[in-house]
């Protein structure tokens, strides 16, 4: 049992109705969850409020309700704790529960717009080939050394995170690396956390659905290195146009990477092919199997990070060599026929691009490239049309189907995506809603030598739908299909 005044260190509190010398058993922000001398912290969500779900917390037992304003019914013998913030709160709340487990072990945190995934797993994927007992709480999964949990959310909420860390501290893990999502700032779900370094990848087009505004979402993404300490180091993408954004206000220790501005860590890509990339980082070549530009970004961004915490260059160098791809982000087969079919998360504007470029780069042009695109339902509508313009432009034929419609029309969707594709385009373009038809059209189309890029879901295996998620998987239906029209 921890004590309700022990837990409430560092939390900003604005007024107290009775005792926080008392005994209490968890912390929830969940009614539903509340147990027999819990707290229940009321947090105010986008879709529901838990202020109005304090009665219930009390009647399934809370001893003690954290809020932002005292309910108009006081219950006796419930301790009634106002704060300035319910959100930070929770994270403080959190962390001295758990007993500040960031504290105990080297916790590294990756923002941005693209890239999160794939450096945080990859530094996994490194620190664990360098020997040590290494955490990942990513987009894909969680890994406490290696117990796998499944992830939810990019950056999960103030409790769940301090469990898994709590978890990894008692496991003897020394470093954990961690994707932090604007959300994740912006609801104070990372504040009570210790880091020792925080990466910056890039800044474009994505969550203008949530954030009102781009500058607000670079602002929120700029206050995980304002409040990073003067111990940690923040390593920034200096070529993109908000990587000096980042560093100003920062009192950690300012450390930069690029490929094109000079920078402490710099790159040159010397090979570009579908087996993997030639580099030179900071003078030495490395072969490695992960291919384009953008994973040229991202090696660099774990290279330098690897030199910061300690790794010795060169073994770092080595250690890249040996990295494998991470699940969904540019996985490819080549099918009997030599049909390459690539699976991408691309669900950015941004992310989109760059792989198409990287693809447009290292092919012959002798062959035709089919890219499968959707857009995500109840998300940023803005990004349909132009995501569409990116595809009809640099593919030879787009089709345009279902993503996650969640809870819209998916063929309203793409009508919004048509509306960017440019009329000398409108030959290129088939819209088919039915997903896994889209992708087998795709296959019917193509030739020998064509590759087929079908992109937004990657490492997911589900469509979501009014709600309800269906067993999807786009690797698993594009093998089970070219298998069968390439006997």
């Given at each position: 049992?921890?004590?309700?005044?022990?837990?409430?260190?560092?939390?900003?509190?604005?007024?107290?109705?009775?005792?926080?010398?008392?005994?209490?058993?968890?912390?929830d922000?969940?009614?539903?969850?509340i147990?027999?001398?819990?707290?229940?912290?009321?947090i105010?969500?986008?879709?529901?409020d838990?202020?109005?779900?304090?009665?219930?917390?009390?009647?399934?037992?809370?001893?003690?309700?954290?809020?932002?304003?005292?309910?108009?019914?006081?219950?006796?013998?419930?301790?009634?704790?106002?704060?300035?913030?319910?959100?930070?709160?929770?994270?403080?709340?959190?962390?001295?529960?758990?007993?500040?487990?960031?504290?105990?072990?080297?916790?590294?945190?990756?923002?941005?717009?693209?890239?999160?995934?794939?450096?945080?797993?990859?530094?996994?994927?490194?620190?664990?080939?360098?020997?040590f007992?290494?955490?990942?709480?990513?987009?894909?999964?969680?890994?406490?050394?290696?117990?796998?949990y499944?992830?939810?959310?990019?950056?999960?909420d103030?409790?769940?995170?301090?469990?898994?860390?709590?978890?990894?501290?008692?496991?003897?893990?020394?470093?954990?690396?961690?994707?932090?999502?604007?959300?994740?700032?912006?609801?104070?779900r990372?504040?009570?956390?210790?880091?020792?370094?925080?990466?910056?990848?890039?800044?474009?087009h994505?969550?203008?659905?949530?954030?009102?505004?781009f500058?607000?979402?670079?602002?929120?993404?700029?206050?995980?290195?304002?409040?990073?300490?003067?111990?940690?180091?923040?390593?920034?993408?200096?070529?993109?146009?908000?990587?000096?954004?980042?560093?100003?206000?920062?009192?950690?220790?300012k450390?930069t990477?690029?490929l094109?501005?000079?920078?402490?860590f710099?790159?040159?890509?010397l090979?570009?092919?579908?087996?993997?990339?030639?580099?030179?980082?900071?003078?030495?070549?490395?072969w490695v199997k992960?291919?384009?530009?953008?994973?040229?970004?991202n090696?660099?961004?774990?290279?330098?990070?690897?030199?910061?915490?300690?790794?010795?260059?060169?073994?770092?160098?080595?250690l890249?060599?040996?990295?494998?791809?991470?699940s969904?982000?540019?996985?490819?087969?080549v099918?009997?026929?030599?049909?390459?079919?690539?699976?991408?998360?691309?669900?950015?504007?941004?992310?989109?691009?760059?792989?198409?470029?990287t693809?447009?780069?290292?092919?012959t042009?002798?062959?035709?490239?089919?890219?499968?695109?959707?857009?995500?339902?109840?998300?940023?509508?803005?990004?349909?049309?132009?995501?569409?313009?990116?595809?009809?432009?640099?593919?030879?034929?787009?089709?345009?189907?279902?993503?996650?419609?969640?809870?819209?029309?998916?063929?309203?969707?793409?009508?919004?995506?048509?509306?960017?594709?440019?009329?000398?385009?409108?030959?290129?373009m088939?819209?088919?809603?039915?997903?896994?038809?889209a992708?087998?059209?795709?296959?019917?189309?193509?030739?020998?030598?064509?590759?087929?890029?079908?992109?937004?879901?990657?490492?997911e295996?589900?469509?979501?739908?009014?709600?309800?998620?269906?067993?999807?998987?786009?690797?698993?239906?594009?093998?089970?299909?070219?298998?069968q029209?390439?006997?």
């Open positions: 049992m921890s004590i309700l005044k022990d837990i409430l260190y560092k939390v900003a509190i604005e007024a107290v109705k009775g005792s926080t010398d008392i005994a209490i058993n968890t912390i922000f969940d009614s539903r969850k147990r027999t001398n819990d707290v229940f912290v009321a105010r969500g986008s879709i529901s838990g202020h109005d779900f304090i009665e219930k917390a009390i009647l399934q037992g809370a001893i003690a309700v954290v809020c932002d304003t005292f309910p108009e019914n006081i219950a006796k013998g419930v301790t009634y704790v106002q704060v300035k913030d319910t959100n930070s709160a929770l994270a403080f709340m959190a962390a001295n529960y758990f007993g500040d487990p960031s504290q105990k072990l080297k916790l590294v945190g990756i923002t941005g717009t693209n890239g999160k995934t794939t450096i945080a797993s990859l530094l996994y994927q490194l620190f664990k080939k360098a020997g007992k290494v955490g990942l709480l990513s987009t894909v999964k969680i890994l406490v050394d290696e117990i796998e499944k992830a939810t959310h990019t950056t999960p103030s409790i769940t995170i301090n469990h898994f860390l709590a978890e990894m501290v008692e496991n003897g893990i020394e470093y954990c690396f961690m994707e932090v999502s604007s959300h994740g700032i912006h609801q104070k990372t504040e009570a956390l210790h880091f020792v370094g925080g990466i910056f990848t890039n800044l474009s994505d969550h203008l659905d949530y954030h009102p505004t500058a607000e979402y670079r602002d929120v993404k700029k206050t995980f290195f304002d409040y990073l300490p003067k111990t940690a180091f923040a390593l920034s993408n200096i070529d993109d146009k908000n990587g000096q954004v980042m560093l100003q206000n920062t009192a950690a220790k450390l990477y690029a094109k501005s000079y920078a402490d710099k790159a040159q890509i090979e570009n092919q579908l087996s993997g990339l030639l580099l030179k980082i900071n003078g030495n070549e490395v992960l291919i384009g530009t953008f994973n040229a970004y090696l660099l961004a774990i290279y330098g990070t690897a030199v910061e915490l300690g790794i010795d260059s060169l073994e770092v160098l080595r890249l060599s040996d990295l494998e791809s991470v969904g982000r540019f996985q490819y087969i099918s009997t026929s030599n049909i390459t079919a690539i699976v991408d998360y691309a669900h950015t504007p941004d992310a989109l691009e760059n792989v198409l470029k693809i447009n780069d290292i092919r042009k002798n062959e035709q490239l089919i890219t499968v695109v959707g857009c995500g339902g109840n998300r940023d509508k803005t990004k349909r049309p132009i995501m569409a313009s990116i595809a009809s432009d640099l593919s030879n034929k787009a089709i345009f189907t279902s993503d996650n419609p969640r809870n819209e029309d998916p063929e309203v969707i793409i009508a919004e995506m048509e509306q960017g594709v440019a009329s000398q385009n409108f030959k290129k088939l819209t088919i809603t039915d997903r896994k038809q992708i087998k059209t795709a296959c019917q189309l193509a030739q020998p030598n064509d590759i087929i890029l079908i992109a937004g879901k990657g490492h295996t589900y469509q979501e739908i009014n709600g309800i998620r269906h067993d999807f998987d786009d690797m698993k239906i594009v093998k089970e299909i070219l298998e029209l390439h006997k």
